[in-house]
């Protein structure tokens, strides 16, 4: 009897950590959502909120144009643990930071190991879209020996025009396949679409009349009217704050 009160009892705690867990880690995503980043998108897995999907769209420099799909894994024992997140590519992408090998992106140089409470995953996810923003600036300072991808360091110091040419490689590679198959049958994972005018047009006519709207509004507001129907995010808060 006491043997079954002392199992139970550690099925309530392993329950009651569980449920902690999924709370720190939902609120993660949360502060994802209130930064507002730009170029950069990911969700948890469906089946496992420690695997997250996450789509990078290069926006200025050498990467511009790129689209990289990579993944997130969370430590078992997330965030409480000390060891890093584990970001990894789906495909090859040359970058002194990202090991040539398991595409798997060093972050260390930023975050030496994770701090509960300080670190965040949004302040991660800046940290890669900085990376491949700068790649020079992201090295400065750091020894050759102690990067990912020696060669690529070597190669962008030395040879800038090669190493962007190797860079429009991994760009065209990854293009070719946004429209593959997903991998996984989980329903989070991120899939794009051909562009499908019956199907898609009147949703992006949608899109432009509520930024036309919005443009509007903002117009009224500077000349001293009044604007109606828009909501923000307040920063550092979660709820909605509208003007009626």
Sequence with gaps: MTLDLD????DDKLLIATIQQEYKILAE?????????????VIPSYANSLQWFGVFFGRQGLYAESVFRFSILLPDRFPDDKALPTIIFQQDVVHPHVCPYTHSLDVSHAFPEWRCGEDHLWQLLKYT???FSDPVDSIRGIELDKLKNREAAELLMTNKEEFANRVQENIKESKEHIYDSPPTEDPHFIVFEKFQ????????E?????????AEASSQQANGGHATGL???????FKPLSIE
Excluded: T
Excluded at 206 to 214: E, F, H, P
Excluded at 231 to 237: A, F, H, L, N
């Design 7 to 10: 199992a139970n009892k550690k």
């Design 29 to 41: 995503y949360k502060m994802i959502e209130s930064e507002k980043l730009s170029g950069i998108y």
């Design 129 to 131: 879209q900085a990376i």
């Design 197 to 204: 005018p019956d199907l898609h047009g009147p949703v992006l």
């Design 206 to 214: 949608r899109i432009k009349a509520g930024r036309s709207k919005q």
């Design 231 to 237: 909501s923000w995010v307040k920063e550092g808060e």
